[in-house]
């Protein structure tokens, strides 16, 4: 998932982005209206994390431009503004859902996770392909069973690719929902994660194919 922080706290946002890098989002961050529609302006975002007050500004404007532009992101409001009128507001807006500050980190997990899987149409939480599971709740995936350890990144790719089993995911999707403007990848670096996926996978009757020129597919062998 490619997600935007729309915070003027840095320490709040600061803490927002760890917590959404621990989920295996590539995350970018705006401070203001302006960075946020610059943001909007030349990246696609799975998921939005919006807060309202923004100094002068009003992240319910921010939200508009999201809902107009037709782009199917899902929205997160996380703000001080708590009261009724205002989660009545912003639902009617089209906000997905609506977490007043302050908030215990679980909790905003745990909406994420479920906003997350709302985004990608995963109905079941659970994915089986081969001897390989992946849960998109926990983000565990088990080979026979057994758990596999693997940095975040390669946890991210390897969700996108079960998420997308037997449909080739372009090299370039990859690089876009596993980077942020702030650590931006590079395709040969996505071969060295494929690389290292691939050797992971041995044994669970998974075959991660290369499409030449194209990108990358996940089935069952």
Not at 125 to 152: C, K, N, W, Y
Request: contains cysteine; hydrophobic residues 45%; proline residues 2%.
């Amino acid at each position: 998932m490619r997600s935007l922080i729309v915070e003027d706290n840095s320490s709040i946002a600061a803490g927002i982005q760890r917590s959404l890098e621990g989920l295996g989002h590539a995350v970018d961050q705006a401070a203001s209206l302006t960075e946020a529609f610059d943001l909007a302006a030349v990246a696609d975002y799975d998921l939005v994390v919006l807060d309202l007050n923004l100094g002068n500004d009003d992240g319910l404007d921010f939200l508009r431009h999201l809902r107009r532009s037709g782009k199917a992101v899902g929205v997160l409001i996380l703000t001080a503004r708590g009261g009724l009128q205002d989660r009545v507001r912003g639902l009617d807006l089209g906000a997905d859902d609506y977490l007043a500050k302050p908030f215990e980190l679980a909790e905003f997990e745990a909406r994420i996770r479920a906003l997350a899987r709302r985004v990608v149409g995963v109905e079941a939480p659970l994915i089986h392909l081969g001897q390989l599971s992946f849960d998109t709740v926990s983000r565990e995936a088990r080979i026979g069973g057994v758990a596999l350890d693997m940095p975040a990144r390669e946890r991210a790719l390897l969700q996108l690719l079960v998420e997308n089993a037997g449909s080739v995911v372009p090299k370039e999707r990859i690089v876009t929902q596993l980077s942020s403007f702030d650590d931006e990848l590079t395709p040969n670096a996505i071969e060295i994660y494929v690389h290292r996926l691939r050797k992971r996978l041995e044994g669970s009757g998974c075959n991660l194919r290369t499409a030449r020129g194209l990108g990358y597919m996940l089935d069952a062998g």
